[in-house]
């Protein structure tokens, strides 16, 4: 079918084939006949030609040449998308000898002026790596490259691709730090992740630790030469370090610290839950403690997902349990189980519960745990009785309660339960055992019912190891034991025989004959063990002629004080993994897994991120707050250089902030109009500094539109100003909207924007208004200009109820009326914004100023500048316009 | 998006005024990029999906470490193997003998551990719709990041088929093929939101396969899959409706565990608003809530503004196409939570250990006003529990002795008369009396309320001129609401 004409048939035929290799059937011997078909003009019969072509050209190296040049084709292609796939699919095949053809097609590629196309060169970057790991130097030149791509398209792959090929060179990140900082919002959920788990690497490598004092702490007081932020522990054993460490230099955060904590904050909103963990993980290892906990709402919030991501989650949550119990402490009832969960998720939780425990809250868990114990799951009643157990120990004041609660347990028809309840018994009693004579007792009557060799060996070993406690029934437990001594299970048997031991040495006159006894029917039992075990104790005991020098301290040896066993959590010291890694969770090094490495003990050199000027002013302590981070599709490219431009800002005002890469026609734009605005605020500054970037970026992709435009000296007034302006505050809209539309009344004029007099102060009788073209986009409704109306009282009394009403508009011309000012005290101003729609004419709306006593008759006349639009298109396009 | 990218003189139509909605700037980049390049060409960018990768020369070259996903296998719940897929080099079948063995051990296929460890690969999966998504990873990967993303191709097929069913993905088994491809390259993942796919593989309906299979045509759009260039990569271009429209669910769960004695041990309701939405354009909606403080801890959708919720409380956003989760909420825990029902429960056994009485009522407790609707009462019995013969005055009830589950389907609640189950119930020969109590979960329903108190204030849209229709409704479910005994 594969050779007719027909594409239909074609078709057919590769559907077939392709139903065949995702059933995993081998079709390798009919590749000649479908290699053909790569320059099938159908697209979808060329799809699974590829699909095809890419499964098995590694098998068939000499034949998959033949497609080579089609895609060689395709990646001159006009169409972007047809680049890209070419390029994806050359990078697929698996073929030695391409490598140099690759090689060259990824370095095209990477500087394709589609962002597409370039973020398909990151992706095959891998590919060529693993195919040829020679190429490497030359792979990293193109990711240094696109590393620098201002694109969000771009920033996942490239990050990708530089953690496959060269996780080591920390260098490359420097200069793109905080750009990837800020793109981090837009970029796609899954480089999201990429991202921020190379930014947590990168920063463990350049910022210090916040949390010195603390490790200071745990490290043993050993002085280090950086100090403590004492604003950010909460400890109070800290403070006669900090005392010490008071003299010396405080810990200040980096202010890209501070950027990549910030930036990723919002993240945690994310409906990723890889996104979330990822994050999550960041602000584990990265932010001070007293801001970790953030983190906790996000990750309960997680475990309202799917059972594995719970798994996962839970796994970390109980890391971080161990470390930081407050963060987790507030949603201890979101932990409670359910009967309905599965047994591992409801271990886990149990883990946490457990890890969450103390003074405190220990009443509550434990009626949970009592719930616990009456399900039905018996692995899990099981977990919980260890859990009890895990409590007990690390809270005395409830370490009766919970003896008596497991005591009575004891009773539990449930095998699995009662020999987990004499394991966890023998566990806690080893803690304090003088007290509980009566418990061991209680267990020694048990020895007749239970029949779990675990549970069996557990008493005999307690009763052992306390018989001074019990003098009476031990012997008696002994004969019991001895008369079924064949029947028992093997562990049971090496128990008795130590119960044995330990008898004849503290009590000999009552046992050396069931002693005798014993170790005689474990001579001939058919378990080695038993037999040497038997042997070894009988000489070290029973004293024969030839005496060793080890029976006399025979005693010493088998009544030997034990240590009480401590119970710990599994997941105690797993937070050397990076938290939400693979290795995490196996607690095993996974392949490939990058160290998280230690905080250095001095800091790197900040100034590597910095971009291009040399002066970047350091903020010390507190950093700007820029509210207007953007929302996400608006962010985009421009953003790339705001934490410089606003460190610049705050601190030294106007600087000389020319992009290095920006050439003479933006840098002349934007010098003009900084030239046309003498005193800036910062809002006003942070405009300017956007409408470089986005000077330079159009520049980038529509260079034709500075040459046809040319830079103007005066941008308030012409195209080009407005045409800059108006398209910065489109780009502004999405963040400040609540500042500039929602609520007028706190706009502040900006001083770049020309001023006209509506009504003067005489005329208006003290009241003087001006108006304004805002030049912000009026959202009411998109086709009215905004018109920003400042009125000011001058007049000994108030003004009442100022508002506007329609007198004598031009045909089409629509206004929306700013809502009335009900009162304008004396000697004050107010600003309001309205909406005109000026219908394209340069015309006057003609409009009536009321007040409460008053009418003025007014009127707004446009200029052509304000009455337009930015808007991009490419050289073609432009002349088409032109030419209609 | 905007087409019309005209430099906009001052009486050309279309963007005459000076405001301009923000949405224009971003789709330039998008458009300008292709413009020139806007041949009437057909798509390969989805052709060539790109796999392999991996050191497929293992003799000459050292073995390089890959990153992310290497191999997919759907195995359904008898544990056939029924679709494999490589992204890189084949990986044999073999690997999943270790997930065999681990899915032995378990009791339930939930419990098959999510993440296993093999001498040479790492073995992740997840449990959906009684299929197992296995996906084979060679060295380090964030779990979550493999889970989320299988979680994803899960949905997409349900988004595509309706259902995800071993029937279904083996029936449409090129177009599965085909969204694998496109969603993963060299382990990656490329495209994973369903407006893109569904630009570059048409999902498929009755109409089209009888069509296809007439004609021969395709399966795939024959137009650029824009969208993938766009910075608004979850709608599509060019989206066109007679009847604009924007439906807005608010749904809530209430999560309770409820003890013995009728107290509440822990309770919180989680919401989700889900959207249909079907407007023309590229129209950018803000959705204000009455009493936005009431969220405590919310996700969103791609789509919304977070710096703009953050500013004002009100979400504002340019909605994907079609139906999507915007977002999802959890209410402050310091409020109380009504809770709708109670259940008096008695259920006992005999110290003989031969029988036992169970009497189950239901009633209103909460309910602001509102009927309850499909309540639904299920008591997983003790295993020892063989059969049981009941009396309801209300609804139906169902016993399985093999999964020991009784289902009492309750219906609609009515407060005058409280519906009652009661019986006895009969245990295996010789079982001793079990200790284990029977755990009650509770299903429920309750239409125009949002037991939270949460409402939507209004519903704007900018962007676009004409006037969309525009409905918001409630429901309150049970989540996980559980009654302990």
Known sequence: ?884 | MYCSCCFSLPNSSGFSVATMNGQLKKCHIAITSFIDSCSPFLIPSSLSPSLCDSSHNLDSLPIVAVEMIHSLFLINHSGDIFLEKHWKSVIGRSVCDYFFEAKEKAAEPEDVPPVLQTPHHYLISIYRDRLFFLSVIQTEAPPLFVIEFLHRVVETFQDYFGECSETVIKDNVVTVYELLEEMLDNGFPLATESNILKEMIRPPTILRTMVNTLTGTSNFEERLPSGQLSTIPWRRSGVKYTNNEAYFDVIEEIDAIVDKSGTTVCAEIQGVIEACVKLTGMPDLTLSFMNPRLLDDVSFHPCVRFKRWEAERVLSFIPPDGNFTLMSYHVNAQNLVAIPVYVKQNISFFESGSGGRLDLTAGPKQTMGKTVEGLVITVHMPKAVLSASLTATQGSYTYDPATKVLVWDIGRLNPQKLPNLRGSLSLQAGAPKPEDNPSINIALKIQQLAISGLKVNRLDMYGEKYKPFKGVKYVTKAGKFQVRT
Request: net charge negative; glycine share 4%; proline share 5%.
């Open chain 1, 1 to 884: 079918m594969l050779d007719s004409n027909k594409d239909s048939l074609k078709l057919e035929a590769m559907k077939r084939i392709v139903a065949m290799i995702a059933r995993g059937k081998n079709t390798s011997d009919l590749f000649p006949a479908v290699v053909k078909n790569v320059a099938c003009k159908n697209i979808e019969v060329k799809k699974l030609v590829y699909v095809y072509l890419v499964r098995y050209a590694e098998e068939q190296q000499d034949l998959a040449l033949l497609s080579i040049s089609t895609f060689q084709r395709g990646l001159k292609d006009p169409n972007q998308l047809i680049r890209a796939s070419a390029l994806r699919v050359l990078s697929s095949i698996r073929v030695t000898i391409i490598v140099p053809i690759m090689m060259l097609a990824i370095k095209e590629a990477a500087s394709d002026m589609s962002p597409y196309v370039r973020k398909t060169a990151a992706h095959a970057i891998p590919k060529l790596y693993s195919l040829d790991p020679e190429q490497k130097d030359q792979l990293i030149e193109v990711i240094e490259k696109l590393l620098a791509d201002k694109t969000t398209l771009v920033a996942g792959s490239v990050v990708m691709a530089f953690e496959e090929v060269c996780p080591e060179r920390i260098d490359l990140i420097h200069k793109n730090y905080r750009k990837l900082c800020n793109l981090l919002v837009d970029v796609e959920e899954w480089g999201q992740v990429v991202i921020i788990n190379m930014l947590t690497r990168y920063a463990r490598t350049q910022f210090l630790n916040p949390n010195l004092n603390e490790c200071l702490l745990e490290e043993g007081g050993e002085s280090t030469f950086y100090g403590s932020d004492a604003d950010q522990d909460e400890d109070e054993d800290e403070d006669k370090k900090d005392e010490a460490l008071s003299k010396r230099k405080p810990y200040v955060m980096d202010p890209d610290h501070r950027l990549l904590l910030r930036n990723t904050k919002p993240l945690l909103q994310s409906r990723n839950a890889a996104v979330v963990m990822a994050v999550a993980q960041l602000y584990f290892h990265l932010a001070p403690k007293a801001e970790v906990g953030v983190i906790a709402k996000a990750l309960v919030r997680l475990l309202r997902s799917h059972s594995e991501v719970q798994y996962v989650v839970l796994q970390n949550v109980a890391t971080m349990t161990i470390k930081r119990r407050g963060m987790f402490e507030p949603y201890l009832k979101s932990f409670y189980i359910r009967s309905t969960d599965p047994t591992q998720i409801k271990v886990l939780k149990l883990e946490v519960l457990t890890n969450l425990a103390s003074e405190t809250n220990i009443s509550t868990i434990l009626r949970e745990f009592q719930t616990y114990i009456k399900s039905m799951d018996k692995d899990f009643v099981a977990a919980t009785i260890q859990a009890i157990g895990r409590c007990a120990t690390h809270i005395g004041e409830v370490r009766d309660t919970c003896l008596n609660g497991l005591v009575q347990l004891l009773s539990n028809r449930d095998e699995l339960v009662v020999a987990e309840s004499v394991v966890v018994i023998k566990k806690l009693l080893q803690m304090q055992p003088e007290k509980h004579s009566d418990i061991i007792k209680h267990m020694a009557k048990l020895t007749d019912n239970i029949q779990v060799p675990m549970a069996r060996a557990s008493i005999l070993w307690l009763i052992g190891e306390y018989c001074e406690h019990v003098p009476k029934i031990a012997p008696d437990v002994l004969r019991k034991m001895a008369k079924t001594f064949t029947n028992e299970e093997d562990i049971v048997k090496l128990q008795i025989i130590n119960l044995a031991a330990k008898l004849y040495l503290t009590n000999s006159k009552q046992t050396k004959l069931l002693t005798q006894y014993v170790l005689n029917l474990a001579k001939y039992d058919q378990n080695y063990d038993i037999r040497d075990r038997a042997r070894f104790i009988r000489q070290l005991i029973v004293p024969t002629d030839k005496c060793g020098a080890l029976s006399k301290y025979a005693k010493k040896l088998i009544l030997a004080l034990k240590p009480a066993p401590i119970l710990e959590s599994p997941f105690k010291d797993r937070d050397h993994f990076q938290l939400g890694s693979l290795s995490h969770l196996l607690n095993t090094k996974a392949g490939g897994y990058q160290e998280l490495p230690d905080w250095p003990q001095d800091a790197p050199d900040p100034s590597v991120r910095n971009v291009e000027v040399k002066e970047s002013v350091r903020a010390v302590g507190t950093v700007p707050e820029w509210t207007k981070c953007s929302s996400r599709e608006k962010r985009k490219e421009k953003k790339v250089e705001k934490p410089f431009y606003s460190d610049s800002e705050g601190e030294s005002g106007p600087t000389e902030s020319a992009d290095s890469e920006s050439d003479s026609a933006s840098s002349s734009a934007s010098g003009s109009e900084q030239s046309g605005s003498g005193s800036e605020e910062s809002e006003e500054s942070e405009e300017r500094s956007d409408s470089d970037e986005e000077e330079e970026e159009e520049e980038e992709e529509y260079m034709s539109l500075d040459v046809l435009m040319g830079p103007t000296p005066s941008p308030q007034v012409t195209p080009v100003g407005n045409f800059l302006s108006s398209s910065l505050v489109t780009d502004l809209e999405g963040l400040s909207l609540t500042d500039t539309v929602l609520s007028p009344a706190t706009i502040s004029p900006s001083g770049s924007l020309k001023s006209y007099e509506l009504l003067h102060r005489i005329t208006g009788e003290g009241l003087w208004v001006e108006y304004c073209f805002s030049r912000q986009p009026f959202l009411p409704d998109p086709h009215m200009v905004a018109v920003q109306i400042q009125f000011t009282n001058s007049a000994a009394t108030e003004a009442k109820s100022l508002r506007l009403e329609e007198a004598k508009l031009q045909s089409g011309m629509r206004v929306k009326e700013f809502p009335e000012i009900e009162v304008l005290p004396a000697g004050e101003s107010a600003t309001v914004v309205m909406g005109v729609d000026f219908c394209d004419s340069t015309q006057a709306a003609n409009l009536q100023l009321c007040t409460h006593s008053r009418k003025f008759f007014v009127s707004i006349q446009p200029p052509v500048g304000e009455l337009m639009t930015p808007s991009f298109m490419t050289e073609n396009e432009f002349k088409k316009e032109q030419g209609k």
